[in-house]
């Protein structure tokens, strides 16, 4: 078995105007074992200590691989993508930090992108598989409460686990 790190990552922290609040979400697995969990940038005085925590997991969690969802700026999304037009692109940033950090240490970086995953591994899929549990409008994971951020890191979990993993480990599937 291996141990597989995957992020839905946002580089937003308070510090930077208006960039928003900033929730990494975070889907680790080891040994089989799974656990769902997020970083608030609110609990960081700075982006940058915000960030070097997120790069910390590497060496705490020691994963074998990383999965992280990707960062693109969608010209057609019109307004929103204006709306960035000023944005220091924290996101993009961070990525750029995770990437160099995973290459000094020697992790393999996997980016997925989420029309990758969204759909594939919906709520709904993710239910019906009884990975996911609905009760009224919340969705648990074994038996906790999920937000946004963590079911779209566990989306890249599953994703990579299933469709890239066994291409990396030389398996066919």
Request: hydrophobic fraction near 35%; include cysteine.
């Given at each position: 078995m291996v141990a597989i790190l995957a992020l839905d990552i946002s580089g937003n922290h308070p510090s930077?105007?208006?960039?928003?609040?900033?929730?990494?979400?975070?889907a680790f697995s080891n040994n089989?074992?799974?656990?769902?969990?997020?970083?608030?940038?609110?609990?960081?005085?700075t982006v940058e200590e915000y960030w070097f925590y997120i790069g910390m997991m590497f060496e705490n969690l020691k994963p074998d691989y990383v999965v992280i969802e990707g960062y693109r700026l969608y010209n057609?999304?019109?307004?929103?993508?204006s709306i960035q037009s000023q944005s220091v692109m924290?996101?993009?940033?961070?990525?750029?930090?995770?990437?160099?950090?995973?290459?000094?240490?020697g992790i393999p970086l996997t980016i997925q992108y989420a029309a990758d995953v969204k759909t594939?591994?919906?709520d709904d899929v993710?239910?019906?598989?009884?990975?996911?549990?609905?009760?009224?409008?919340?969705?648990y994971f074994n038996g906790e409460r999920t937000n946004a951020h963590k079911r779209d890191a566990y989306r890249h979990l599953k994703h990579f686990e299933r469709y890239k993993?066994?291409?990396?480990?030389?398996?066919?599937k």
């Open positions: 930077l105007a208006d960039e928003g609040k900033g929730t990494t979400g975070c089989g074992k799974e656990q769902l969990f997020d970083v608030s940038a609110t609990d960081f005085k057609h999304k019109g307004k929103s993508a924290p996101t993009s940033q961070l990525l750029g930090y995770l990437r160099m950090n995973l290459w000094f240490k594939r591994w919906s993710l239910a019906n598989l009884e990975l996911f549990e609905r009760r009224g409008s919340n969705i993993l066994p291409k990396l480990q030389g398996e066919s």
